[in-house]
């Protein structure tokens, strides 16, 4: 069976910039987003338990949930070598264009 890579990767928390990766490059406008939920999978290849770091919006605060347990978790434990699942959602940005380098 093969191996489960666990491989640290930074993922960018806040004002994740995908302007140059949007399909319509017609707009203007700065496509960023924020990061508000991670699965995390522990384990091999084969089997293995899953977790959840969500950030409640409202509150501005990340959580961890694993079964029935919930624990309040600071920004800095978000991202581990067991992310394995990321949601970002897009920030409404209004006004904001993107500069075209003139």
């Known amino acids: 069976m093969k191996q ?3 491989t640290f990767v930074n993922f960018p928390i806040h ?3 995908l302007t140059n990766y ?3 490059k017609n707009s203007s406008r700065l496509q960023l987003y924020e990061w508000y939920a991670i699965t995390n999978h522990y384990g091999s290849m084969g089997s293995g ?4 770091h969500i950030k409640l919006l409202d509150e501005n605060k990340w959580y961890h ?3 029935n347990h919930i624990s309040s978790i600071s920004g800095d434990e978000v991202n581990t ?3 394995y699942v990321l ?3 897009r920030v409404k940005i209004d006004d904001v264009a ?3 380098g003139d």
Not at 49 to 52: D, E, L, N, S, V
């Open 81 to 83: 070598v067991a992310t």
């Open 49 to 52: 338990h899953y977790t959840a």
């Open 98 to 100: 993107v500069s075209n």
């Open 22 to 24: 949007i399909a319509n």
């Open 87 to 89: 949601f970002y959602w």
């Open 4 to 6: 489960k890579l666990e």
């Open 65 to 67: 949930f694993d079964d």
């Open 15 to 17: 004002d994740f910039d």
